[in-house]
């Protein structure tokens, strides 16, 4: 079929992602645009791959068991990002790839609980461990205030969720008033009747996020796990002057084996999804309903951050701890999307990349790693190589090929 002219194949960009392992024409224009793997590399540009830039250690873990939980916010003077590891809150701030971490002080004598859950509302934070949920504002590093009592035997999960602070503390969720004012003296309030109790008292709560028309929760049960809707009535709440909420409904189940880690709404849209096997996308209907897709990439992923067009997902790359970025304006299939591997901590192979966040209101980029502390994208370095993987390229056919050249420009 060759004797009558050279079959043509090239490829000039690369920004619908990795994942194919046939580059063929014929199945479709956005596999023109796909590849197989790559690494190190920013291929979202249109018509440009580009190397990313290297991650840099900003923050050791106090200690090998810590799991550092961060977000990224703004104290009123400087981009930051807040780190509670082990029994200690603290904020990190940069000047270019220079660390300055300074420690919140608690207004207790000793503070001996592990933190297992911290989340902002923009100006405070809110850290819980399994006797407290801690209240400070963001600014200066003396304010620790006010706390709400927990008494918890498995890890407390904090959401701030249309406008309220939500709390999975075991089998039960509550909703907060967020709007205490830290002051000092440490006071403690109990919490209040819970929203919802699990029937299951082994049940526990893993990630609670917003959605238009509800608070979703997702939560675990050994091996079983599923995404619960929580609605909005008519009625006022007394305490908060907000819509009450409803009693959740189960919304999606998940196959045995397949562990719900994070849940996170994208514009109202879309609801990604962080499960111990991969990452999945939800398409989220009116009614508060979702029909989440198949496994997009598969992996054990942890939490998600948004930017921009793209979900950021924590995890490994090639067996070091780093991110995948999805890009979720680029639907290869139904509730199928492009996706790259994205940046990572060379070297670090004894542990995943778990709380992922922004500088501030930066584009820097920063995850942590359990046992050994914060890596955050570098201001001025790229890193030292990449590579991309094209599809196999067949023709058609099974004879062997012989390709002739590479042009770069």
């Not at 994205?342 to 995850?367: C, H, K, M």
């Amino acid at each position: 079929q060759s004797l009558t002219g050279w079959w043509i194949r090239s490829q000039s960009s690369f920004h619908t992602g990795a994942g194919i392992n046939f580059y063929a024409p014929s199945a479709g224009e956005t596999v023109a645009y796909r590849y197989k793997e790559s690494k190190g590399v920013d291929v979202w540009t249109k018509g440009q791959v580009t190397l990313r830039n290297n991650m840099v250690k900003v923050y050791t873990a106090t200690a090998s068991t810590s799991t550092p939980i961060i977000f990224g916010a703004n104290d009123g003077t400087n981009d930051m990002i807040f780190i509670a590891d082990d029994t200690a809150l603290k904020k990190l701030t940069m000047s270019s790839d220079t660390a300055t971490t300074s420690t919140y002080t608690l207004s207790v004598t000793t503070h001996t609980a592990v933190f297992s859950s911290a989340v902002t509302d923009g100006t405070r934070y809110f850290a819980a461990d399994n006797t407290a949920i801690h209240v400070g504002n963001l600014g200066g590093t003396t304010n620790d205030g006010t706390t709400f009592a927990t008494s918890a035997s498995t890890a407390i999960v904090l959401a701030y969720a249309k406008q309220r602070l939500m709390a999975g503390v075991d089998n039960k969720l509550y909703e907060l008033n967020p709007n205490t004012t830290p002051n000092g003296s440490h006071a403690t309030t109990s919490l209040p009747t819970a929203t919802f109790t699990h029937p299951n008292s082994s049940w526990q709560w893993t990630a609670i996020t917003e959605g238009p028309n509800a608070i979703y929760a997702s939560g675990k049960l050994r091996n079983i796990s599923s995404i619960f809707s929580v609605g909005l009535t008519t009625a006022t709440s007394t305490s908060l002057g907000f819509p009450q909420l409803t009693i959740p409904t189960v919304i999606a189940d998940f196959p045995e084996g397949e562990i719900v880690n994070d849940i996170k709404t994208y514009l109202g849209a879309y609801m990604v999804i962080a499960t111990s096997k991969g990452i999945r996308v939800a398409a989220i209907n009116e009614d508060a309903s979702i029909n989440y897709g198949p496994i997009i990439v598969e992996g054990a992923y942890n939490r998600i951050i948004f930017k921009d067009r793209f979900a950021y997902v924590s995890g490994l790359v090639d067996g070091e701890a780093g991110l995948t970025r999805v890009d979720l304006s680029a639907e290869i299939e139904q509730l199928r999307f492009a996706y790259a591997w994205d940046v990572y901590a060379t070297g670090v192979t004894s542990g995943a990349a778990l709380s992922v966040a922004f500088l501030g209101n930066t584009d820097r980029i920063a995850f942590a790693v359990a046992g050994q502390g914060v890596w955050i994208e570098s201001a001025l370095n790229k890193i030292s190589s990449g590579y991309l993987q094209t599809g196999f390229i067949r023709y058609s056919t099974l004879e062997p090929k012989n390709f002739k050249r590479l042009l770069g420009r």
